[in-house]
T-cell receptor, first 115, second 115 residues
Framework: DAGVIQSPRHEVTEMGQEVTLRCKPI?????LFWYRQTMMRGLELLIY????????DSGMPEDRFSAKMPNASFSTLKIQPSEPRDSAVYFC?????????????FGPGTRLTVL | QKEVEQNSGPLSVPEGAIASLNCTYS??????FFWYRQYSGKSPELIMF??SNGDKEDGRFTAQLNKASQYVSLLIRDSQPSDSATYLC???????????????WGLGTSLAVNP
């Protein structure tokens, strides 16, 4: 299995630009999570999908952030317009939600730098 | 009070010693508990999970759970320099959270094993 795939791995952009991060979960997994990680705040859950439906988006910082999951094998996280404080590593993770212990498998992350 | 608390460290131990990592949580209804390891610049990876009171052993790793005291710990026996990483504690939200697939994360403890 290829694991969770994220692209791009690195993104450098200027303030005000639109940024789109992409994720392909592990085949067969029905839960997908978008996280943001910074030194100060640690790992923060932004949004979580189950069976392609957004379940909990309480972690999405503001309206500049949006996420979609059009099908079981693809999700995007979009930031428009981007700001320097959005600089962080963004992780996508997937899990097989029916398991009691709910292990989440993480992708390699996208390191975003907004200048 | 943060929902999941860990000592940020760094925790420094000599090679061959036992490293003890601790985590406390606030939601008494929490169901499952996870320890993830994260090497610098990499994504988190699951080491162990536990959901019953007591000890669970896997090789050099032992997870300990005490629901009455609301803490979970990870012991690493015969610590190796390759164990040097940040260890993240994650707790599966209780049923009263209305979303039992969500994980609540601690900020992590940095472990350094000195040769």
């Amino acid at each position: 299995d290829a694991g969770v795939i994220q692209s791009p791995r690195h993104e450098v952009t200027e303030m005000g630009q639109e940024v789109t991060l992409r994720c392909k979960p592990i085949s067969g997994h029905n839960s997908l999570f978008w996280y943001r990680q910074t030194m100060m705040r640690g790992l923060e859950l932004l949004i979580y999908f189950n069976n392609n439906v957004p379940i909990d988006d309480s972690g999405m910082p503001e309206d500049r952030f949006s996420a979609k999951m059009p099908n079981a094998s693809f999700s995007t996280l979009k930031i428009q317009p981007s700001e320097p404080r959005d600089s962080a590593v963004y992780f996508c993770a997937s899990s097989l939600g029916s398991l009691k212990y709910n292990e989440q498998f993480f992708g390699p992350g996208t390191r975003l730098t907004v200048l | 009070q943060k929902e999941v608390e860990q000592n940020s460290g760094p925790l420094s131990v000599p090679e061959g010693a036992i490293a003890s990592l601790n985590c406390t949580y606030s939601d008494r209804g929490s169901q499952s508990f996870f320890w993830y390891r994260q090497y610098s610049g990499k994504s988190p990876e699951l080491i162990m999970f536990i959901y019953s009171n007591g000890d669970k052993e896997d090789g050099r790793f032992t997870a300990q759970l005490n629901k009455a005291s609301q803490y979970v710990s990870l012991l690493i026996r015969d610590s190796q320099p390759s164990d040097s990483a940040t260890y993240l504690c994650a707790v599966r939200a209780g049923l009263n959270a209305g979303n039992n697939r969500k994980l609540i994360w601690g900020l992590g403890t940095s472990l350094a094993v000195n040769p």
